[in-house]
């Protein structure tokens, strides 16, 4: 089991509270999007108007509404960086080291 349920579900609980709210992308998620057969543009920065949770093999999912307003990016939470300011960023970036951790050791 990747996630420890009981942190995960009181982080989720945390960042609904929080909806809407603001994250970074990285860089190499920009440019796959931009890769794609169908090319998604987006900004270094975009907002997330929905969470949800995909069991162990997807974690915690952020819905982000793209730049492009017809388009909608669901992206994991290992693939966007929370701002300090937000409540739930200390307990983000821990769930974030510890399934990239966990992940890794799968290899």
Same mark, same amino acid.
């Given at each position: ?9 009181? $982080? $989720? ?10 994250? =970074?992308?990285?860089?190499? $998620?920009?440019? =796959? ?24 093999? =997807? ?49």
């Amino acid at each position: 089991m990747l996630d420890k349920l009981e942190k995960t579900e009181a $982080l $989720l609980n945390a960042m609904e509270q929080a909806l809407p709210f603001e994250v =970074g992308l990285m860089p190499e $998620l920009i440019a =796959g999007l931009a890769r794609q057969q169908s090319p998604v543009a987006v900004k270094p920065v975009e907002t997330v108007t929905d969470i949800s949770y995909a069991g162990d093999e =997807g974690g915690i999912m952020c819905h982000v509404a793209c730049s492009d307003a017809d388009r909608m990016v669901v992206v994991s939470l290992t693939h966007v960086r929370v701002p300090p300011t937000l409540p739930f960023a200390a307990a983000a970036l821990s769930y974030q080291k510890h399934r990239v951790k966990k992940l890794k050791k799968q290899r």
